[in-house]
């Protein structure tokens, strides 16, 4: 049923022309996975190779998100993965005040459809913009909290973005560590790690796709 109303709302969206985004874009990217998924992912906004594949997370923070995601038994197939912005910013820029209000009807309508019981928030934007507060994603990482969004009761869960790790390594091992709870807010028994996916290739910021 899900599965249904979100692939409609897809196609309902899909010429969205809410804000100036909508003139520089590729395409608009919906999102991506589960729409059965207990386990919800929002990040920023789309990068480059996000809005060439109309897909999420699919540059290095995507391989590197795919990969902690392994690390935790959980398949990426698995969880829905999506971004408050939908639209590629020109040059990766961070999203505005405007544009989120555009977008964020769109999130809100996701998280209603899906009813993920967790949502893991990825750097600043999202973790304001779903928390409803200022604070910053230093202050606020690997501390879940109970909220109501999209009329459903859901476990907020803010983590570092892991474009965070691509440019300060040591960030890597926070990730892993707040990562390593989500079995348990997912009310899971840890899962043995999947299989690694093969090495990401080395690219150039530029070519990174993120921001
Ligand atoms: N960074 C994001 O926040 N979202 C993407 O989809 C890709 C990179």
Known sequence: ???????????????????????????????????????????????????????????????????????????????????????????NRDPRPDEIQACEPHLWKKIELIQPKLICTLG?????????RPAGITQVHGRPQDVVLGGNEVTLYPIFHPAAALYTPRMLAVLQEDFARIPELLGRAVAPPLPPEPEPVAAQPEQLGLF
């Open 1 to 91: 049923m899900a599965a249904a109303e979100l692939l409609a709302y897809r196609d309902e969206v899909a010429d969205c022309t809410k804000c100036a985004l909508s003139h520089g874009r590729t395409q608009v990217v919906f999102g991506a996975g589960s729409p059965n998924a207990d386990l919800m992912f929002v990040g920023e906004a789309p990068g480059f190779h996000e809005d060439k594949q109309g897909v999420p997370f699919v540059g290095a923070a995507g391989q590197l998100l795919t990969r902690l995601l392994g690390e935790i038994g959980i398949a990426r197939e698995d969880v829905y993965i999506n971004n408050v912005l939908m639209c590629r910013p020109p040059g």
């Open 124 to 132: 600043n934007f999202a973790t304001k913009l779903l928390s409803g």
